[in-house]
């Protein structure tokens, strides 16, 4: 078997990998590399968005079983993962690494011990093999995903739901973008991931292995949400801004409430989980519908979008969700937006949409480090120019549109 050296050992190729020549793809390639959260990602992209090899190692099981992402944890496990990972998806492209143009590594922004252990890694790399660098926001690969597959062009909408983060922004070119509001307190997928929990839904045998915020998406669809009642966040703020801790707390007093009254301990599986799960996604569906509306009369208001056919792009963990993106869809359509989405597994994070970030970023000659040794990660980074004052001050009231799903 052939081996090829990348990272401190060498490795072998997996078996009937072929290496092809960079004159053979007739295109630029990056490595891309993600590490930001609890995902262990790689891939070889190319000019074209052709997913030449990729690879994967989620952490899901383990946190789950942990209760949440513990950060010592998740560092661990990408410094046992990140070799073998990035590895694999080289050896599946078919690329040796000296072809490579560049790698591209998420930096910012995520938990610090994660985000370290891609970084540290790809400047060895780097050094190894005397490529450039092209340091990642994450919320920007997330939000240019879409034009890897579907052409999307600038400027348009986009809407980033994830564990994470929640934010609403107007990507008017590669790394540049205006931010229009985002979470006050928690993202939505941690919402969802946090009710799940207390609900115990790991102990549920139709969604025990499932992520919290597709746990919930599961039951929904067996509940009636008009059993349990829930308000909407901050529905008298007239901006384009989040928040979720709130309905947390509402969601746990119901909790509460239900458990005493069928006489049950936390751990154990309330009658009502459908009926509570089906309540919490439509009351998160509205709120992110409620705030897009208002991003989009903004955006017409003040000329910030083509004229015809302006495009709303909506990307992140929570945007795999399908009664939200319904929601979405019904916003979209009685405003004449187009609405795109990568496909779910792209949705979540992962190495292809760094890669792809890194060929946005190349084309676009922006970040393409020759010499890494002052780049740092950075656990905390805005995305773009905040520009959600602005939205403040126009205090748009949003027309009522049912959101018959
Ligand atoms: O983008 P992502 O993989 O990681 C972050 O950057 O956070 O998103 C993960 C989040 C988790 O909170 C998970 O519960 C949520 O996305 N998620 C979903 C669904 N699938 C994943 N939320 C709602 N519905 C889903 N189907
Ligand atoms: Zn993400």
Not at 128 to 157: C, G, N, S, W
Not at 269 to 278: F, Q
Not at 366 to 391: T, W
């Amino acid at each position: 078997m052939a081996t090829h050296r990348l990272g401190s050992r060498a490795l072998s190729r997996v078996p009937g990998a072929r290496f092809l020549s960079q004159a053979q793809c007739k295109a630029r390639l990056v490595l891309g590399i993600e590490t930001s959260c609890d995902d262990t990602g790689a891939a070889v992209v190319d000019e074209t968005g052709k997913i030449l090899g990729e690879a994967l190692h989620s952490q899901k099981g383990i946190h789950l079983e942990t209760g949440g992402i513990i950060p010592t944890v998740a560092q661990r496990l990408h410094k046992e993962h990140i070799e073998k990972v990035v590895q694999e998806a080289v050896d599946n492209s078919g690329i040796p690494p000296c072809e490579l143009t560049a790698i591209a590594t998420t930096i910012k922004p995520g938990l610090a011990l994660s985000l370290q252990v891609g970084l540290e890694y790809s400047l060895k790399l780097i050094e190894q093999y005397k490529k450039p660098f092209i340091p990642i926001h994450h919320m920007e690969a997330h939000a240019l995903t879409v034009r890897m597959l579907d052409m999307v062009e600038f400027p348009f909408l986009v809407l980033l739901i994830s564990g994470g983060h929640s934010l609403l922004a107007i990507a008017r070119g590669v790394s540049d973008f205006l931010l229009l509001g985002q979470t006050l307190d928690e993202a939505p997928g941690d919402t969802l991931d946090k009710v799940a929990r207390r609900l115990s839904l790991k102990n549920h045998p139709a969604c025990c292995t499932m992520s919290g915020g597709e746990a919930i998406e599961c039951l929904a669809k067996m509940g009636n949400r008009l059993h349990v009642s829930l308000t909407q966040p901050i529905s008298r703020h007239l901006d384009c801004d989040f928040s979720f801790s709130g309905l947390r707390n509402q969601v746990n007093q119901i909790i509460i409430k239900k458990e005493r009254e069928e006489g049950i301990q936390e751990g154990q599986i309330l009658s009502c989980v459908c009926d509570i799960a089906a309540a919490v996604q439509h009351t998160v569906a509205a709120h992110l519908a409620k705030r897009t509306h208002r991003a989009i009369l903004f955006c017409k208001k003040e000329g910030l979008l083509p004229h015809p056919n302006p495009a709303l792009v909506v990307s992140g963990g929570v945007a795999s969700n399908e009664y939200i993106r319904k929601a979405l869809q019904i916003v979209t359509e009685a405003n004449g937006f187009s609405l795109h989405y990568p496909p779910p597994k792209l949705c979540t994070d992962n190495g292809i949409m760094i890669a792809w970030n890194g060929i946005e970023k190349l084309r676009a000659g922006i970040d393409v480090v020759h010499k890494p040794e002052g780049i740092r990660y950075e656990p905390k980074a805005p995305l773009g120019i905040n520009f959600s004052e602005q939205v403040k001050k126009a205090a748009l009231k949003v027309p009522y549109l049912k959101l018959n799903i």
